[in-house]
């Protein structure tokens, strides 16, 4: 018989073990810094790995004797769902859960942790439907008083922080965690961001609580090291791939490792023996192809200036502002062009590259791939 062989690719959620490739020095980085209790936020595109690598680092320092947990904001609306995503974050772990109870008694009736006999799966519930705002300010407030006390050395990772922000309650969260993170003793934070125009004024305006808060640290794309590793995965099941072929990839998506990870899973499910760069176009345009919709209706929801400013970024990202590009693309003056570029990033589909004006990446490098071909 032989033996089924596992595509050595995953994409879509956060990779561990063998599916994930260790970024050594930023591993070491960080944890110095969260050690010596100096706050720190990464940022980093959409789909390059943040969350892996954030879950790993925690892994580490957990088993340095770090307790740790982890906070997904990315789906919250409001203080409510803040508190609900934060216990169930301490709650996680049982431990955590009772001492959480035996720490803020009066959210104990509030709280309800079961477990399906069938299946194992926990599931946790805060019932605060009838809480008034004042109260569920209080509960945050409890909540993160008490982090200190439910462990010796406590990391508290915030996933997708800039959500924070988005709160419209005039900064009353940005303020009262930066509170707590100057007041907890042996707790420090770990933060991870994607909407770079939206952090950057989080961090960088004196007016706002994150101003010098917390250090800040660009996340990297990989080196060679990731088309060596990527080689190395199809050799893994007799696939015989050379890495050209991978530089090549990375190259078209933006080096974003979920999409290299995501062609490769296709690729290797494909019974090639081995890889050619023509496999990689015919695997990247059928992906491309099958978004097609849903970037048709991303499109068609813009202002016709916007739409020109989009192709423009797909098919020169850099100097946007060239007087030949304007008339190539039909946009009338520079500042119609700042104005569509700045609403397409309050969209979150375009980002600035770090602080360069006139340079920006796409949210989605497919959806710039889609585009490109659309109007060749
Ligand atoms: N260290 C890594 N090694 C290999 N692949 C990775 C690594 N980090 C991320 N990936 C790829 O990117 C995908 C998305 O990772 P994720 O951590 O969810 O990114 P982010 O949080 O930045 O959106 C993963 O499913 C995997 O395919
Ligand atoms: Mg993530």
């Excluded at 049982?94 to 309800?112: A, E, F, G, T």
């Excluded at 509960?139 to 922000?165: P, R, Y």
């Amino acid at each position: 018989m032989t033996k089924l062989k596992l595509n050595p690719f995953k994409f879509g959620n956060p990779v561990e073990g063998d599916y994930y490739l260790p970024r050594e020095k930023l591993t070491q980085l960080v944890k110095q810094f969260l050690q010596n209790q100096i706050h720190v936020v990464l940022i980093g595109p959409r789909r390059f790995g943040k969350t892996s690598f954030v879950l790993n680092v925690l892994k580490e320092l957990e088993n340095d004797g770090y307790d740790f947990f982890f906070v997904d904001i990315f789906n919250i609306t409001s203080h409510k769902d803040f508190l609900s995503q934060l216990v169930r974050a301490i709650s996680a772990k049982k431990k955590w859960y009772k001492r959480l109870q035996d720490k803020i008694p009066k959210l104990r009736p509030k709280m309800s942790f079961d477990i399906d006999q069938a299946t194992g799966e926990q599931s946790f519930g805060l019932s605060m439907e009838d809480a008034s705002d004042k109260d569920i300010k209080e509960a945050i407030q409890d909540v993160l008083s008490s982090l200190e006390k439910l462990g010796k050395n406590v990391i508290i990772a915030i996933d997708e922080f800039q959500k924070i922000a988005d709160i419209a309650d005039s900064g009353w969260l940005e303020a009262t965690l930066r509170t707590h993170m100057q007041q907890l003793k042996n707790t420090s934070f770990l933060f991870t961001g994607s909407r770079r125009s939206i952090i950057y004024d989080m961090l960088n305006n004196s007016a706002r609580p994150f101003y010098r808060l917390c250090q800040s640290i660009e996340f990297p794309s990989f080196g060679d090291e990731f088309s060596t590793w990527i080689v190395n995965r199809f050799k893994s099941i007799s696939i015989d791939c050379q890495i050209d072929i991978i530089d090549d990839l990375r190259d078209l998506v933006q080096d974003t490792p979920n999409y290299v990870q995501m062609i490769c899973f296709h690729l290797a499910a494909s019974h090639l023996k081995s890889i050619h760069s023509t496999d990689v176009k015919e695997a990247l345009d059928r992906i491309v192809g099958q978004n097609a919709y849903a970037y048709q209706t991303q499109l068609n929801s813009l202002s016709r200036i916007q739409q020109r400013t989009l192709r423009l970024a797909a098919h020169e990202p850099q100097n946007v502002y060239s007087k030949s590009l304007l008339t190539k693309f039909e946009i009338t003056s520079p500042p119609a062009l700042a104005s569509a570029i700045k609403a397409l990033k309050a969209k979150g589909i375009i980002e600035d590259i770090g602080a360069k004006k006139s340079q920006f990446v796409f949210d989605d490098p497919l959806f710039a791939i889609w585009l490109k071909k659309l109007f060749d």
